[in-house]
């Protein structure tokens, strides 16, 4: 089984490419979510609402098929250390124009 590298102790996203290894016959037109849960922490809390929500188990390889960002994440932009540094001193609309625009 592959091993994720995760900061949190939920990582939430779009579940894309669902059903298309394994079937998957619920409705998905206004989309369908991928929740991971990383740790013990992430379990306990995802134990206290699962009798509130519909949710399927499904493998991680299933999911990491359809989420290229699980195994490979999206690198920096250019202007990231740019971006932080004029955030933190002139806020985020300057940050912006001058890193983006």
């Not at 134990?47 to 990491?64: G, Q, T, V």
């Amino acid at each position: 089984m592959p091993q994720l590298i995760a900061c949190g102790d939920i990582t939430i996203g779009d579940f894309w490419g669902l059903g298309k290894t394994e079937p998957f016959s619920h409705d998905t037109s206004n989309g369908v979510s991928l929740v991971l849960l990383n740790n013990n922490k992430g379990i306990n809390y995802f134990n206290d609402i699962k009798e509130n929500i519909f949710f399927e188990k499904r493998s991680i390889e299933e999911a990491i098929k359809g989420n290229h960002q699980l195994s490979n994440p999206t690198p920096k932009h250019p202007n990231h250390n740019k971006f932080l540094e004029l955030y933190r001193t002139n806020g985020i609309m300057d940050a912006l124009k001058q890193t983006l625009l």
